[in-house]
């Protein structure tokens, strides 16, 4: 099954609730920035897919998704928006000291923690569902880090450096 999106894009990451009703996915598209939105889906991929209109055109990386589908957090460059209402809406743009090239964020089931990884720089954390102050985890070094991801509770992060390791932390 194909589901039947906006049609041809640079799609770059996609999100479902745990239970696949609700999904998000983000365009990076190089060519045309006026072409790289955020669409969700509230039926399982089925039907309509809308573009958000509460978040801005821009060569979005990735996205993640609360489990209930609810909470969606999205990076790109030296910025990470995030929605409380399944992507309608207001986006927020979250306010993350020294960030420079965010590559990829994840998201606790509740939507609570949020982690994202900068290409050239450090991991950064947030435990109020983007909202307020961002922590900035020197433990894990500089790197280039490429993808994160986070346990259900938060108390393991793991995250890979662009071609070479990936580590464990917590």
Same mark, same amino acid.
């Given at each position: 099954?194909?589901?039947?999106?906006?049609?041809?894009?640079?799609?770059?990451?996609?999100?479902?609730?745990?239970?696949?009703?609700?999904?998000?996915?983000?365009?990076?598209?190089?060519?045309?920035?006026?072409?790289?939105?955020?669409?969700?889906?509230?039926?399982?991929?089925?039907?309509?897919?809308?573009?958000?209109?509460?978040?801005?055109?821009?060569?979005?990386?990735?996205?993640?998704?609360?489990?209930?589908?609810?909470?969606?957090?999205?990076?790109?460059?030296? *910025?990470?928006?995030? %929605? $409380? =209402? @399944? /992507?309608? &809406?207001? !986006?927020?743009?979250?306010?993350?000291? +020294?960030? #420079?090239?965010?590559?990829?964020?994840?998201?606790?089931?509740?939507?609570?923690?949020?982690?994202?990884?900068?290409?050239?720089? *450090?991991?950064?954390? %947030? $435990? =109020? @569902? /983007?909202? &307020?102050? !961002?922590?900035?985890?020197?433990?894990? +070094?500089? #790197?280039?880090?490429?993808?994160?991801?986070?346990?259900?509770?938060?108390?393991?992060?793991?995250?890979?450096?662009?071609?070479?390791?990936?580590?464990?932390?917590?």
């Amino acid at each position: 099954y194909q589901a039947s999106l906006a049609g041809s894009k640079y799609w770059n990451g996609v999100c479902s609730s745990s239970d696949g009703k609700y999904l998000a996915a983000c365009v990076n598209n190089s060519l045309n920035v006026n072409d790289s939105y955020i669409y969700t889906n509230t039926n399982y991929g089925s039907g309509a897919w809308y573009q958000v209109t509460g978040a801005v055109s821009a060569l979005w990386d990735k996205i993640a998704c609360s489990s209930d589908g609810k909470y969606l957090a999205a990076c790109y460059g030296p *910025y990470v928006y995030t %929605n $409380t =209402n @399944y /992507g309608s &809406g207001s !986006w927020y743009q979250a306010n993350v000291a +020294g960030a #420079g090239n965010f590559q990829d964020v994840d998201i606790t089931p509740d939507g609570k923690n949020i982690i994202v990884c900068d290409g050239n720089n *450090y991991i950064y954390t %947030n $435990t =109020n @569902y /983007g909202s &307020g102050s !961002w922590t900035q985890q020197t433990n894990t +070094g500089i #790197g280039s880090w490429k993808s994160v991801c986070c346990s259900s509770d938060f108390k393991k992060l793991f995250a890979c450096y662009y071609y070479a390791n990936c580590q464990k932390y917590g």
